[in-house]
């Protein structure tokens, strides 16, 4: 357990201090657009992150017995039993006997603790589950959501934050305990729900859940909305399972991934609505792991439901909690990570807020007057903090035209679709890695597209026609998908910083001498230039800042073309610079990139290009070409490219016009 720390000499404080700031390296940012990307707001609905109507009210539930915590032991409006948790956690013997003195309890009796927030008012209303992850064991974790759940309660729904402090410390794979306590939490819930007096007397509905999660939580909320319907767990089956909870949503706060794998796989989800929160400069959490379960959550029955991730610049791992606040690293951060670099805390809390609230109103309340703002944020441009987002979304009727997965062949997309390409400098595919170091990637591969139209040679200004890059569907496709006038496209697209070389200039064979004295006297030339000329120096990738943006054209089977710029879509960015650490050089030895590839997703509605093209047909669609016209030279990472043949409008209103 903790020991109280020894008084630290005031000289050496300064030492310390005088040392630290000869070593911190100069602040550095990439450029920041917020001012003009945010400076829209199409969305005409209230504020989400703002109080709502109902007074707020709060309880707790638990033990009645708890050693360290008095809310859950003199506070509980609702008393609960312990629970064993130990199939699906494990803690050393001498550090179980430790906890057991400090907590009283060991993981054969685990406690069902919760602080509550809820509205006064008749309900039933939607309930939101939310657990924190690995922390301080005795710096307890719970109450850090308190400002999500005094805006959720104003706003309609009931937040229970769980206690599973006493898991955290030095614990390794135990997130499907995390997770197998939430689904417990929800038992008791059904039974405060049931019962014929007290607070939440029929006052929950329980066919509109969800469960949200920090870090470690993050991962536990999505494995325990897979192990909701499932009979056994899956790693021992003589542990039966039979929650089967209507869980409609699932909110992951910058999680981690995989340090549960069911059955050694990566845990499989599919049929809830998935929101993704993660910050650049995270210091725990330094990758954003969380988009390998974004990629992995599947849409497979029929109803609607969506996916969406928000990337914020310059925000941490803590700072969503108003426990851990800036210490990503324990209390000692600032000697190691540059604090300052990071947002204002309030502006990161603010965004939560916003993207939380705006997800749970419309998958859990039907409001979906905010759906617009998870395919495009710039529909509520004014209501984010002034800093940078990437963000991702897709809904369940996307059709894949190309994900680049389970084959090698270029030239094929999915099953039905051929892809070819003119004039382009390099075209591959392979996976997307993180920033880490090591074989660490984010499990998907993807198109890697270069082109350079200029045309080498002494005039910088000579160009040659533009490169592209065709996806073209078959008639039976475009058929068997019925796509309309209220379809639309997507792409998702993460450019690099690499410039190919410029094109090389096409030769003309059609006036050379071809006697054997002209072609060895040209052989001998080009042996000489070759001597004579030093080798160039190696490109500089992070040298190449020229903003990114080219045509997107649409082509239906009678040859009409349609035409749109990428970034009426969304903003299109180089990537965003990282640098977590104070001492120079620190990043450059830990990452082997100082930015994340995180694709941001455009959704091109058809009726766009029908209304610019009057003659285009959406319904016989035939091409999706990417003409790199706009910026004569780059590279991009292209993924999940994609149809859905009748979006629902809810999704596409309130364009931005840029």
Known sequence: ???????????????????????????????????????????????????????????????????????????????????????????????????????????KAAPINGRVWYPDGAGPFPLVLV??????????SDPGYDYLGKLLASRGFILASLDENWINGALRGENDGRAWM????????????????????????????????????????????????????????????????????????????????????????????????????????????GMRQYERLRFTDGQPHFKSMFFMYRANHGQWNTVWQNKDNGPRSGRTLDLRTLVPIEDQRTEGKLVISAFLEATLNGKSEYLPMFRDHRTAGHWFPKTMYTTRFQ????????????????????????????????????????????????????????????????????????????LTLSDSLVKAWKITANGAVYLSIA??????????????????????AAVAARAKATADSIKKVPKPPKSNPAADTL???????????????????????????????????????????????????????????????ATSTPDFKPERLKSIRLRFDRTFAGTIILDDVGINPAIDPKYVAAPVRP
């Open 1 to 107: 357990m903790a020991l109280m720390p020894r008084p630290v000499p005031r000289a050496a404080l300064v030492m310390t201090a005088l040392l630290t700031a000869a070593c911190s390296q100069a602040l550095k940012f990439s450029k920041d657009d917020s001012a003009t990307v945010l400076s829209y707001q199409t969305i005409t609905a209230p504020n989400p992150s703002l109080p709502g109507a109902f007074k707020v009210r709060t309880m707790y539930y638990g033990s009645g017995t708890d050693k360290q915590r008095k809310e859950f032991k003199d506070s509980v409006t609702y008393k609960t039993k312990p629970v064993d948790v130990s199939p699906y956690a494990t803690i050393a013997p001498a550090q179980a006997a430790d906890r057991k003195k400090y907590w009283g309890f060991d993981l």
């Open 131 to 140: 657990v924190h992850g690995n922390h301080n064991p005795e710096d307890y």
């Open 182 to 289: 939430m689904l417990k939490h929800l038992e008791s819930w059904k039974r405060f729900n049931d019962s014929t007096a007290g607070p939440m007397s029929h006052k929950v509905d329980l066919t509109r859940i969800a469960l949200m999660g920090h870090s470690r939580g993050g991962e536990a909320a999505a494995v325990a909305a897979a192990f909701n319907t499932l009979q056994y767990y899956p790693d021992d089956a003589k542990q039966k399972f039979s929650f089967n909870f209507a869980i409609k949503s699932v909110v992951a706060i910058a999680p981690v991934d995989a340090q549960y794998m069911p059955t050694s796989q990566y845990t499989p989800l599919e049929n809830v609505n998935y929101l993704l929160l993660h910050g650049s400069h995270d210091g725990d959490v330094a990758t954003a792991v």
């Open 395 to 470: 809904e369940s009727g996307y059709r894949a035209v190309a994900e680049y997965e389970g084959d090698i062949d270029l030239a094929s997309g999915a099953p039905g679709v051929t892809i070819d390409s003119d004039s382009l400098a390099s075209w591959k595919e392979n996976v997307i890695p993180f920033r880490g170091r090591g074989t660490d990637d984010q499990r998907t591969n993807a198109a890697w597209i270069g082109w350079n139209n200029r045309i080498a040679g002494p005039d910088t200004l000579k160009m040659g026609r533009p490169a592209s890059y065709t």
């Open 495 to 516: 450019p690099t910083k690499e410039k190919p070389s410029p094109r090389a200039l096409p030769r003309d064979t059609t006036t050379r001498d071809t006697s054997k």
């Open 547 to 609: 903003p990114i943006d080219f045509t997107v054209e649409l082509v239906d089977a009678d040859g009409h073309v349609a035409r749109m710029p990428l970034t009426r879509y969304a903003p299109v960015r180089r990537p965003l610079e990282v640098r977590l650490y104070r001492r120079a050089g620190r990043d450059e030895q830990r990452f082997q990139n100082l930015f994340e590839y995180v694709p941001q997703t455009f959704v091109l509605p058809l009726a766009d290009f």
